[in-house]
């Protein structure tokens, strides 16, 4: 009897909106999968982030139908099984809000990989895309022995940005090539801008990513409680 390797879980953090953790997909996330990207067109279709934009958004539509679920899903199982990277789900409490990857892992010089995500509407701004990231950059430089992340964000994503500037990346030299492999058919939109991070970004007096993004969530939370009371008491 043969098992087929499994894309590996990670997680859970708690979190205020609830618990956070990163899953297999499974044939059954089709109907959540295709609602949010639809219901989202307008914002999740704008994205290059290095790759061609779909063309409008009745073709959005139709690329994200339900029923090419399957060959996302597929796709994940051949990533892990090929050794090619890592894709999952971002799980909250049980209901599928995103998907984020480690795709593009290359064996040398360096073991590169390079960071992919998007959550729907109904979940941004909650620090859960700020948690999924976290999550996958622990497993990236931990048991999946990755040595470098990249990420490719447009240059109008000011939003993603500051999501991983926060969380130690750093933008690279413009015109510098990617370390990790490029999978799309399409080349890299040469006016992305690139961000990498490597373990030894994480902040001094932290002991892991996921530490470094709850630190942080900790400290906005006590700002906003202080900044909260002064205003009620002036």
């Given amino acids: 009897m043969t098992h087929r390797i499994r894309v590996p879980e990670v997680g859970p953090i ?22 949010l990207r639809v219901d989202d067109a307008d914002r999740l279709a704008a994205r290059h982030e290095g790759l061609v934009p779909v063309d409008g958004p009745q073709r959005w539509v139709e690329v994200n139908q339900s029923g090419n ?5 597929r796709l994940a199982i051949q990533r892990v099984e090929l050794g090619l990277g890592f894709s999952w ?25 390079r960071v992919g995500a998007w959550v729907g509407r109904q979940f941004a701004s909650r620090g859960i895309a700020s948690a999924a990231l976290a999550l996958a950059l622990d497993h990236g430089f931990g048991s999946a022995g990755v040595d470098v992340v990249e990420a490719v964000v447009d240059r109008d994503n000011e939003h993603s940005e500051r999501g991983l500037l926060s969380m130690g990346f750093r ?37 892991s990513f996921v530490d470094h993004a709850m630190k942080r969530r900790n400290r906005r939370t006590r700002d906003t409680t202080d900044n909260r009371f002064h205003r009620e008491q002036s």
Avoid: C, K
């Fill in 89 to 113: 789900v971002i799980d909250l409490d049980n209901r599928f809000a995103g998907q984020i990857e480690l795709t593009g892992l290359t064996q040398a010089p360096h073991r590169a990989a």
């Fill in 69 to 73: 679920w399957m060959a996302v899903q």
């Fill in 14 to 35: 708690d979190l205020v909106p609830g618990l956070i953790r990163l899953r297999e997909p499974s044939p059954f996330d089709g109907r959540a999968w295709s609602r």
């Fill in 171 to 207: 933008q690279v030299e413009a015109g510098r090539r990617l370390r990790s492999t490029w999978e799309s058919v399409y080349p890299p939109d040469p006016d992305a801008n690139i961000f990498e991070i490597t373990h030894d970004d994480l902040p001094a007096g932290v002991s």
